[in-house]
């Protein structure tokens, strides 16, 4: 599973200073160098290492049939290993060369929990699908209502060459 359907995990790293300041700038984020708890000052940040995915996220790209069937597979892939991924949104999905990795497993569950059952966790899966499906929907429906302002738009703008071939009828 992994690398299939989130970028290829190496696992936990000691990260220098130097990394951390040139990921943070990357990312556009803040480094921790300033927060570290007293008398750590000097310890390296621990992280977690993964894969670059050279790709956009999904609010970038032009959406396909496939593209929509590889992001199902993936949260399946992720739920069928007892994994709810925590935070299903389409930044959340990268898609390089029309393959699709899930990221940021950062508020993810997985079983054994302390205090989720298996049954919740299957409840969180559930709502993850049908949060999925939402998503879809609303942005075909949004593709469509712009498609359809567009063809609206076209007629509007169009009466005096309308008129004008009428009056040739
Ligand atoms: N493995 C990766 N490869 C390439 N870009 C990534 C990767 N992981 C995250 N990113 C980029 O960083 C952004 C933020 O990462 P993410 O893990 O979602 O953190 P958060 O949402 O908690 O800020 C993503 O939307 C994506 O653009
Ligand atoms: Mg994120």
């Known amino acids: 599973m992994n690398g299939e359907y989130t970028p290829l995990c190496y696992g936990w790293i000691k990260?220098?200073?130097?990394?951390?300041?040139y990921v943070?700038?990357?990312?556009?984020?803040?480094?921790?160098?300033?927060?570290?708890p007293p008398g750590t000052e000097h310890e390296r940040v621990?992280?977690?290492?993964?894969?670059y995915i050279e790709g956009n996220?999904?609010?970038?790209?032009?959406?396909?049939?496939?593209?929509?069937?590889?992001?199902?597979?993936?949260?399946?892939g992720l739920h069928n290993a007892?994994?709810?991924h925590g935070d299903v949104r389409a930044s959340n999905i990268l898609?390089?060369?029309n393959r699709v990795?899930?990221?940021?497993?950062?508020a993810s569950l997985t079983m054994p929990h302390i205090r989720i059952s298996k049954q919740k966790l299957r409840e969180i899966q559930a709502f993850e699908r049908q949060d999925l499906e939402i998503g879809f929907a609303l942005l075909s429906s949004v593709r469509f209502f712009v498609y359809a302002l567009f063809i609206e738009y076209m007629r509007l703008t169009e009466p005096a060459s309308h008129e004008s071939r009428n009056v040739c009828c």
Do not use: H, M, Y
């Open 82 to 84: 007892s994994i709810a």
């Open 101 to 106: 990795k899930w990221i940021d497993l950062s």
């Open 15 to 21: 990260v220098s200073a130097r990394i951390e300041v």
């Open 46 to 51: 621990r992280g977690i290492l993964f894969e």
């Open 95 to 97: 898609v390089q060369c």
């Open 24 to 36: 943070a700038r990357k990312f556009n984020v803040q480094p921790f160098l300033w927060d570290r």
């Open 57 to 76: 996220t999904l609010a970038n790209i032009q959406i396909t049939p496939q593209i929509v069937n590889d992001i199902r597979s993936g949260l399946k």
